[in-house]
């Protein structure tokens, strides 16, 4: 059996590839040499694939080449330079990396990976155009990349990375034009740096175990940013197959002619989900109503799950809903099986006053589309967050 991830990948084809996933267990992965287009949340959505083929596949890894291709070499260079085959690389080695002749090219993969690997714990980001990207490889000779630690493997500050994530902002949304306003990210600077840090934390702290505490072998969790521009029409085309993503940017841009800008954040990790952590169970028979329950409990301001421990007091993601409120912006969650939305344009957020439960709610993407819930199962937990930085109403 085989699943391909096609440059045009669409959510839906997403959705299929996790049942077939579900179905075998050895199932070979081919992946593209690369993306075509910039759909809202479309990396970060492959990446947990990946994660969750890895893991739960002794399936190989195939890249559209084959021993005759010309400029092999060089050509499986650049492909392995590009984010999600980077990511796909490092999951995928342990099984084998294979071109579609069966001629296996793990090694040169590999040497490619550890000089990228070797990169970021020299550089602070790895940045592509309108795009910045930096992972920790849990498995790796270097795990600990620059950008988030210091050269023995302890965190940085809360202030430092504030600093890094204003910096790497400001670079991509003025990548394109010097124009671009950045003055929602200045006023905001503290609370979105603030937002990055404990996701970064939560990812080094919750990531690298599974839900009884070991270690994982391998793992990888990391930080996407990304620059979204354009008039209404082209962002509405950027939305494909995601209703509720499409009609969100329909309310928020009235204007058809005017450039807009929108940031994504996007923080993933290859741990074993939200829900297995809050409840230290393994919940592939937990009903799915306690699984959304637990990941709730993880948003909720100042929650505990164990009081005797200084890092498990939730996720601090009240940050989060704070920040969105305040922008109307967009929150994407997947986790442990789970889809999960919120338009806080529809459904605002106060942070600053005493929120209920209720409040802290978020959609079921499955089942605002009147689709059945799936039975899958998803390894990680990826977070992408969007937020309106220049827009014209």
């Given amino acids: 059996m085989e699943i391909s991830i096609k440059s045009d990948i669409t959510y839906f084809d997403i959705e299929k590839a996790y049942k077939e996933i579900k179905r075998h267990r050895n199932i070979d992965l081919y992946i593209p040499v690369d993306l075509a287009g910039m759909q809202f949340g479309i ?9 969750t083929w890895s893991r739960m596949s002794t399936g190989r ?8 291709t010309s400029e092999l070499d060089d050509k499986i260079g650049k492909m392995f330079n590009r984010y999600l085959n980077f990511v796909a690389g490092c999951m995928g080695y342990k099984n084998g990396i294979y071109l579609l002749d069966q001629t296996e090219i793990s090694s040169k993969v590999a040497n490619i990976i550890k000089e990228k690997i070797s990169f970021l714990k020299l550089n602070e980001s790895w ?6 990207f930096i992972s920790a490889v849990q498995h790796s000779a270097n795990p600990y990349p620059s950008a988030f630690y210091f050269s023995n ?3 940085k500050s809360k202030k430092e990375i504030i600093e890094l994530s204003k910096n790497s902002l400001v670079d991509i949304v003025q990548n394109y034009t010097a124009k671009t306003s950045i003055s929602a990210i200045e006023h905001y600077e503290k609370l979105i740096g603030e937002i990055i840090f ?5 990812t080094h702290y919750w990531a690298q175990s599974d839900y009884s505490n070991k270690t994982y072998s391998t793992g990888i969790r990391g930080l996407l940013l990304s620059s979204h521009r354009g008039d209404k029409e082209a962002l509405l085309s950027n939305c494909k197959d995601d209703k509720m993503f499409y009609d969100y940017i ?6 058809n002619s005017k450039d ?3 940031i994504e954040i996007s923080v993933f990790d290859s741990g074993s989900g939200l829900a297995n952590k809050w409840l230290k169970e393994n919940i592939k028979t937990t009903q799915k109503e306690k699984i959304y329950e637990a990941i709730i409990d993880c ?8 009081n005797s421990s200084n890092y498990e007091r939730g996720f601090g993601l009240h940050n989060i809903m704070t920040l969105l409120g305040n922008r109307e912006g967009y929150l994407k969650l997947r986790t442990n099986g789970m889809k999960l939305f919120r338009d806080f344009k529809k459904e605002p957020f106060n942070g600053y006053i005493e929120n209920t439960r209720e409040n802290y709610k978020l959609n079921n993407w499955h089942k605002v589309q009147k689709k059945t819930i799936p039975a899958y199962q998803t390894e990680g937990t990826m977070f992408s967050i969007f937020i309106p930085i220049q827009i014209n109403l």
């Fill in 43 to 51: 990396h970060s959505e492959i990446i947990q694939l990946i994660i």
């Fill in 61 to 68: 890894l195939y890249i559209h080449y084959d021993s005759s």
């Fill in 127 to 132: 940045k592509k155009g309108d795009n910045s």
């Fill in 153 to 155: 493997g302890s965190l």
């Fill in 198 to 202: 404990e996701l970064i934390e939560n």
């Fill in 250 to 255: 329909s309310e928020l841009l009235n204007d």
């Fill in 260 to 262: 807009n800008v929108i």
């Fill in 299 to 306: 948003l909720i301001k100042n929650n505990t799950s164990d």
